[in-house]
């Protein structure tokens, strides 16, 4: 059986404290569903805190982007190293947010990827459609693309390894949720694009996360497609209550 990893993206949202009491709810809420790997993306300030206050929990913690090199001068980034010493095992990588404000392109997605692999964090990697390129029927085109370039040469070692977060970017913070159907076509496309690239049994155990929108309401039926193996979940993630009832679904 394929991991279901189900991730709270919490952007540029809490305080130190908020997060640490939000890191403690969401710890005590998910404590029975340990069949779902959990995992928190607070703003680097407090993911220390936050390691702290989950520490002895299943719960994993992680950054929101990573850069390529070692170390240098590249104002405002983090190491993958910084990352690790401060116990995050798991990163963001190419969220739509940073491809549309950051000029994050496949390129620089694929060197952050592949830093993040040779550190030993496991990363979550964004690809996904806009509205017009969905509009103009080039879904498939695109994430073709991002996975082509995105991936190349990547290491890909199915459980345990690197993530795939399908966002279409039309469903991220929109309250429009993908259908199941397009969730499922999608990810049953994109593992289909890994089988061609690293062979069967690699794709199969490889985890694709659907993000956009996906809420209480609407996890039982996204976590139901055959290919859908756990959420990257947004706004939904900062109400502990409400991550909790996403993680329930993700135990299928
Ligand atoms: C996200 O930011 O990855 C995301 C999916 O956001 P939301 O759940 O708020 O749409």
């Known amino acids: 059986m394929r991991e279901i990893v189900i991730a709270g993206n919490w952007k540029m949202n809490t305080l130190p404290a908020e997060g640490v009491i939000l890191a403690r709810a969401v710890a005590d809420v998910t404590a ?11 703003p680097a300030t407090h993911l ?3 390691v702290e206050a989950v520490r002895g929990t299943y719960i ?5 982007n990573v850069h390529w090199e070692k170390s240098g001068a590249y104002t405002g980034e983090l190491s993958a190293d910084m990352l690790l010493m401060i116990g995050a095992k798991w990163v963001i990588i190419g969220h739509s947010e940073r491809r549309k404000y950051f000029g994050e392109t496949d390129e620089t997605v694929n060197k952050r990827a592949k830093r993040a692999l ?3 964090l496991r990363p979550i990697v964004c690809i996904g459609e806009t509205l017009e390129e969905r509009q103009a029927g080039k879904t498939f085109e695109v994430l073709m693309r991002q996975v082509k370039i995105g991936l190349d040469g990547l290491v890909l070692k199915g459980r345990g390894g690197l993530v795939i977060a399908y966002e279409p970017v039309w469903a991220i913070g929109t309250g ?6 397009q969730a499922q076509e999608a ?3 994109i593992r289909g694009l890994l089988k061609v690239s690293y062979g069967d049994e690699i794709a199969d155990q490889t985890v694709i996360q659907y993000g956009g929108s996906v809420t209480d309401a609407n996890a039982v039926e996204l976590m139901a497609c055959p290919d859908v193996d756990g959420a990257l979940v947004g706004g939904a993630s900062l109400k502990a209550d409400v991550f909790g009832r996403i993680v329930k679904a993700g135990v299928k």
Do not use: R, W
């Open 32 to 42: 029975a569903m340990t069949q779902v790997l959990v995992v928190i993306c607070p």
């Open 48 to 50: 220390k805190d936050v």
């Open 60 to 64: 994993g913690v992680g950054g929101q």
């Open 118 to 120: 040779s550190a030993g």
């Open 176 to 181: 429009v949720n993908a259908t199941p159907e």
């Open 187 to 189: 990810h049953y496309f």
